[in-house]
């Protein structure tokens, strides 16, 4: 996934997430919808939360080399 599709997919994710708050904030869904909006959020914010990491690791590879030595490339698969 290229980065911008990625930061794409992140923000599409992150708007999701802060649709579903509103919706359990709003205290109109059933249990049962609430506990799948609940879960889906979960899902969501995990999501959301490796792409910061992967995102904060690039970054530290980036500061630790600011030297002008080669940089290099990370890899969210391998974190490296």
């Known amino acids: 996934m290229t980065r911008k599709a990625n930061v794409k997919h992140f923000e599409d994710k992150l708007s999701e997430l802060d649709s579903l708050v509103k919706q359990l ?3 109109q ?3 049962e919808d609430a506990l799948k909006a ?3 959020g979960i899902k969501l914010s ?3 939360q490796s792409v910061l990491t ?3 690791q690039k970054v ?3 500061l630790e080399n ?3 030595e080669h940089l ?3 890899d969210p698969e391998t974190n490296q």
């Open 25 to 27: 904030e709003s205290n």
């Open 29 to 31: 869904l059933s249990l």
């Open 38 to 40: 609940f879960e889906k």
């Open 46 to 48: 995990n999501d959301c």
């Open 54 to 56: 992967q995102a904060e």
């Open 60 to 62: 530290q590879i980036l």
């Open 66 to 68: 600011q030297d002008g």
């Open 72 to 74: 290099q490339t990370f």
